[in-house]
């Protein structure tokens, strides 16, 4: 069964900093493509990030120069590391990978840029 697990949110004044962290299980990790969305409330669920299972990434525009995608082969991670956050920023974070036709997605860690 495939599950993910997120970590690492909190709560951070504008300009700080946070990394999140989704722990991965159930699937062969480095054959993915592993993804991050965020989730505000009364708004849709947004694409982030994705790092390809090569380790080729893309970034929303929102987040480029600011946010980065990685991932660790050996402990079936994938991080997302948040720089200058801003109160836009502000959402639930949540990870995603599609294995065999379907979605699965974590519970998600909430992000608060406040000052």
């Known amino acids: 069964q495939v599950h993910l697990v997120e970590s690492g949110g909190g709560l951070v004044q504008p300009g700080g900093s946070l990394r999140l962290s989704c722990a991965a299980s159930?699937?062969?990790?480095?054959?993915?493509?592993m993804h991050w969305y965020r989730q505000a409330p009364g708004s849709q669920r947004d694409f982030v990030a994705t790092?390809?299972?090569?380790?080729?990434?893309t970034l929303a525009d929102s987040v480029k120069g600011r946010f980065t995608i990685s991932r660790n082969y050996v402990r079936n991670t994938v991080h997302l590391q948040m720089n200058n956050l801003q109160p836009e920023d502000t959402a639930r974070y949540y990870c995603?990978?599609?294995?065999?036709?379907?979605?699965?997605w974590g519970r998600g860690t909430q992000v608060t840029v406040s000052s």
């Open positions: 790092i390809s299972s090569t380790g080729d990434t």
């Open positions: 159930g699937i062969n990790f480095r054959l993915y493509a």
């Open positions: 995603h990978v599609q294995f065999r036709g379907n979605d699965f």
